[in-house]
């Protein structure tokens, strides 16, 4: 791969002779820019977004670039947006584009088919193109772990499962989670709803609401910035009765802030997919011209690109966090084969 892609063919010139003395990383960062079009929610919403955007930025300050100049992200308020931000992009000589979410597949493989000498990268999608890079999470891994510790913390076993939109990546959070759950006692109810959106904070709300009325005090949410609202009604809910227990488990980034309530804390864990991780480094290999483009690249739990956070020392007793080590490495080692669908999930549950 030609570093500076977008370039002329001076500029390409320009970076091969740099990259022969002490100089060339500097010229090359130099010469090159990141930007990233967000998924619906925002860049600020607490989850998936904000993680990517925060690998981004984590990349930029180790090539002493500035957010505009070097890196940069384009919003997205609906659907509507993805190709129009991602053309701006390409417009503005960007390097290297990300597009944050399964839903900007279409667009990414669409204006990349267009734009050849640019390099784009997907997360959470496999998307056709020589010059697109496909980002993937091994999510029922993680989810799995999380199940686990729902299943030991909850006194009611009644535990909850908020989706954002109902299909193939967050069937992975739901499959993986109830398998954990029911690994430790299939006794356990597992309440799974959808909210058919990553935006909408007042439904996750509701949602909770719902649950928690019905019993549940654990709920695990899979929905970027709906998820919001499942922290907000569990918070509301400890304020008014603080010894009660009403848990959140958060997702994508340790959430562990969101759960903050005066001297209480809701989040019980996170389970943190490294986005940011994935987004700097496929932006290194970009810029060091060894972009992986045309390969599916896959983070799960043996490189530490899926874990389970530990921040509230308080909920996590020994016991759970035994747990999570002991099925952290039964699924590493492949003793346990995690189901990532609904069928695979029926015929796990059945072989208990």
């Known amino acids: 791969m030609v570093l500076g892609a977008c370039g002329s063919s001076d500029k390409e010139g320009d970076n091969k002779e740099a990259s022969g003395d002490s100089n060339g990383e500097k010229a090359a960062s130099d010469d090159f820019s990141v930007g990233m079009v967000t998924d619906v929610g925002g860049v600020d919403d607490k989850s998936f977004n904000q ?7 984590a990349f930029g300050k180790e090539h002493d670039m500035e957010k505009g100049k070097g890196f940069d992200y384009s919003q997205s308020e609906s659907d509507a947006d993805y190709t129009t931000n991602l053309n701006r992009l390409v417009r503005e000589d960007y390097n290297l584009i990300f597009g944050i979410g399964y839903k900007l597949q279409p667009a990414i493989e669409k204006v990349a088919e267009q734009y050849p000498d640019t390099h784009f ?16 999470f091994k999510e029922h891994q993680g989810s799995f772990l999380a199940g686990v510790v729902a299943a030991m913390k909850t006194k009611s ?10 299909g193939d990546l967050i069937n992975k959070f739901e499959a993986g ?17 959808y909210a058919e959106s990553f935006a909408a904070a007042d439904k996750g709300k509701l949602i909770a609401s719902s649950m928690y009325s019905k019993g549940i005090d654990v709920i695990y949410h899979a929905s970027g910035a709906t998820g919001n609202g499942v922290f907000s009604q569990a918070k509301d809910l ?13 997702v994508d980034r340790d959430q562990y802030d969101e759960g903050q309530i005066g ?26 011209g060894s972009f992986p483009g ?59």
């Open 121 to 136: 990268s997907i997360v959470d999608s496999v998307a056709k193109g020589d010059n697109v890079a496909s980002i993937t």
């Open 294 to 352: 045309g390969e599916v690249l896959e983070y799960g739990l043996d490189d530490d690109a899926i874990s389970i956070a530990r921040t509230n020392k308080d909920a996590l007793t020994d016991d759970i966090t035994n747990a999570v080590e002991e099925y952290k490495g039964k699924i590493v080692d492949g003793d346990i084969e995690v189901p990532s669908t609904r069928d695979e999930l029926d015929k796990y549950i059945k072989s208990l």
């Open 157 to 166: 076993n009644k535990i909850g499962f908020v989706g954002g939109v109902d």
């Open 263 to 288: 001297d209480y804390n809701v989040t019980l864990t996170s389970m943190v997919k490294r986005v940011d991780v994935a987004v700097q480094d496929v932006a290194t290999q970009s810029m060091e």
């Open 177 to 193: 989670f109830v398998a954990g759950v029911k690994t430790v006692n299939p006794d356990i109810d597992v309440d799974v709803q």
């Open 51 to 57: 993680s990517a955007w925060e690998g981004l930025q």
């Open 238 to 250: 400890k304020k008014n009765n603080p010894d009660k227990d009403y848990w959140v488990i958060g």
